[in-house]
Nanobody, 117 residues
């Protein structure tokens, strides 16, 4: 089973940028969905961005135009570039990878993103 390790979180001021990384222990070349979710204080976990098999992407309305999800097959890594960060983006961000042949998606352990001045 693929293991996922997120990194890149931290404290950033409003308007700043961060890039999150999700390194998989195996190939992510054949996937059903690669995604990033987040869970803020007192909130349910929500989808932030995803790449669907075939290459299309979708984003939560709240992050459209600010966040970009990409993947690097050679590095088995999924990225989330986050620009123009807002305090309401503060959350734990989780990587979610569903590979072809897997019965269910796998989750990473999460990385904290805090946007504050």
């Amino acid at each position: 089973q693929v293991q996922l390790v997120e990194s890149g979180g931290g404290l950033v001021q409003p308007g700043g940028s961060l890039r999150l990384s999700c390194a998989a222990s195996g190939s992510i070349f054949s996937f059903n969905r690669l995604g990033w979710y987040r869970q803020g204080p007192g909130n349910q976990r929500e989808l932030v961005a995803a790449i669907i098999r075939g290459g299309s992407t979708n984003y939560a309305d709240s992050v459209k135009g600010r966040f970009t999800i990409t993947r690097d097959n050679a590095k088995n890594t999924v990225y989330l570039q986050m620009n123009s960060l807002k305090p309401e983006d503060t959350a734990v961000y989780y990587c979610n990878v569903w590979l072809v042949g897997s019965s269910r998606p796998r989750w990473g352990q999460g990385t904290q993103v805090t946007v504050s001045s």
